[in-house]
């Protein structure tokens, strides 16, 4: 079944520990991101991949990493989590970077304390 | 002006009734559009995807683009219960390599 799935689904955790939400894709696709996801903000897009080891920002990296070391896998690093990256999060991967459905995972709640 | 707008809602429908939502975009070389539905702290799934002006049907789902107004559409017809959900327009803008979404309608469709 194809499908990305993302780990963990729910999180809470304490200002400035460093923490990984995982991301992995099953469709062999080139092309993928990571949103959060806020009330009245819509999802934005924090940082995206066009390929392995191409990576770049989207609308809102600021206190996000990101990895693409195997085309599968596109790891999103909190360094030093802060209360305001408590979001509802979204890894998602399309075939190619332009005209192409997106495909979600089920999302990771973070809540940061 | 935001690249992608939407009613907030709710936009409230009876059951077996149309429901017309709207999205309205700024950037005049957009070229691709989508609508996602989103349950309730849920992932976006994708309902229907349009490229070229005019209409779209699949199923009970009708995508409606007009390039000329920079609108774009999606109708539901014999609403049901289940239908209820936030539905988010998204799309490719003429400069930009990613989907720029808005910020969704919530639908609710009632007994």
């Known amino acids: 079944e194809a499908q990305v799935t993302q780990n963990p689904r729910y999180l809470i955790t304490v200002t400035g520990k460093k923490l990984t939400v995982t991301c992995s894709q099953n469709?062999?696709?080139?092309?993928m991101s990571w949103y959060r996801q806020d009330p009245g903000l819509g999802l934005r897009q924090i940082y995206y991949?066009?390929?392995?080891?191409?990576?770049d920002k989207g609308d809102v990296p600021e206190g996000y990493k990101v990895s693409r070391k195997e085309k599968r896998n596109f790891p999103l690093i909190l360094e030093s989590p802060s209360p305001n990256q408590t979001s509802l999060y979204f890894c998602?991967?399309?075939?190619?970077?332009?005209?192409?459905?997106?495909?979600f995972g089920q999302g990771t709640r973070l809540t940061v304390v | 002006q935001k690249e992608v707008e939407q009613n907030s809602g709710p936009l409230s429908v009876p059951e077996g009734a149309i429901a017309s939502l709207n999205c309205t975009y700024s950037?005049?070389?957009?070229?691709?559009f989508f609508w996602y539905r989103q349950y309730s702290g849920k992932s976006p799934e994708l309902i229907m995807f349009?490229?070229?002006?005019g209409d779209k049907e699949d199923g009970r789902f009708t995508a409606q683009l007009n390039k000329a107004s920079q609108y774009v559409s999606l109708l539901i017809r014999d609403s049901q219960p289940s239908d209820s959900a936030t539905y988010l327009c998204?799309?490719?803008?003429?400069?930009?390599?990613?989907?720029?979404f808005g910020t969704g309608t919530r639908l609710q469709v009632t007994l």
């Open positions: 998602a991967s399309q075939s190619s970077w332009m005209n192409t459905e997106a495909f």
């Open positions: 469709m062999n696709h080139e092309y």
């Open positions: 991949s066009m390929n392995v080891e191409v990576t």
């Open positions: 950037d005049r070389g957009s070229q691709s």
């Open positions: 349009i490229y070229s002006n």
């Open positions: 998204a799309l490719y803008t003429g400069t930009a390599s990613k989907l720029t």
